[in-house]
């Protein structure tokens, strides 16, 4: 099993920065792909950014291609999303979420096998 936790979400302004964290635990020598998704009010969960353990593979979503950064710290078991530029859209609550195995980046959340708790991300004009 896997244990993701995130961190550092708040509230900003529109044109900000902010990063959001997620830490790993448990079986985490399993991890073949993280990801980072948010869920707007109605709105589905979608797909921000993602990455493959293995290699430096990046999925974005266009609508956050430019401003936003996924990164990760093997040693501290912990991946990250710089944001910058950040409009009122990307107001949401934003999740981790990792998959054991694959080929390439999942796109669907149905795909990823944990997932974390969320932090809110609320950004005001």
């Known amino acids: 099993q896997v244990q993701l936790v995130e961190s550092g979400g708040g509230w900003v302004q529109a044109g900000d920065s902010l990063s959001v964290s997620c830490a790993a635990s448990g079986s985490t020598s399993s991890i073949y792909s993280m990801g980072w998704f948010r869920q707007r009010p109605g709105k589905e969960r979608e797909l921000v950014a993602a990455m493959m353990l293995s290699s430096t593979s990046t999925y974005y979503a266009d609508s956050v291609k430019g401003r936003f950064t996924i990164s990760r710290d093997s040693a501290k078991n912990t991946m990250y999303l710089q944001m910058s530029k950040l409009k009122p859209e990307d107001t949401a609550l934003y999740y981790c979420?990792?998959?054991?195995?694959?080929?390439?980046?999942?796109?669907?959340?149905?795909?990823?096998?944990?997932w974390g708790q969320g932090t809110q991300v609320t950004v005001s004009s």
């Open positions: 979420a990792a998959r054991r195995l694959g080929i390439g980046i999942p796109l669907r959340a149905d795909q990823y096998h944990y």
